[in-house]
Nanobody, 118 residues
Framework: QVQLVESGGGLVQPGGSLRLSCAASGISFSIYRMGWYRQAPGNARELVATITRGGNTDYADSVKGRFTISRDNAKNTVYLQMNSLKPEDTAIYYC????????????WGQGTQVTVSA
């Protein structure tokens, strides 16, 4: 039984910080490419950041310099540290686990709401 459980979302003021966590179970975590995606109302789901099994990271241009993705294989957890938050960061944030070579969508969590507002 595979589960991805996001946590850490909430309401924060512009310029503030938040750290999201995604705890995985039921998979061999260390072999998966992990990613964070987000979806705002009326928008398509977009990639925010990814981290490979080897620790290589990639970021959307809109979050470069503000967000940092990391993983702790011993804890089967991936994190997204979000700094200098903007109202346009408001979205539901989803965790994804995928083996790229399988060309599948992988596994998804239920999402956690991030709201950036004064």
């Amino acid at each position: 039984q595979v589960q991805l459980v996001e946590s850490g979302g909430g309401l924060v003021q512009p310029g503030g910080s938040l750290r999201l966590s995604c705890a995985a179970s039921g998979i061999s975590f260390s072999i998966y490419r992990m990613g964070w995606y987000r979806q705002a109302p009326g928008n398509a789901r977009e990639l925010v950041a990814t981290i490979t099994r080897g620790g290589n990271t990639d970021y959307a241009d809109s979050v470069k310099g503000r967000f940092t993705i990391s993983r702790d294989n011993a804890k089967n957890t991936v994190y997204l540290q979000m700094n200098s938050l903007k109202p346009e960061d408001t979205a539901i944030y989803y965790c994804n686990a995928r083996i790229i070579s399988l060309a599948t969508n992988g596994y998804w969590g239920q999402g956690t709401q991030v709201t950036v507002s004064a």
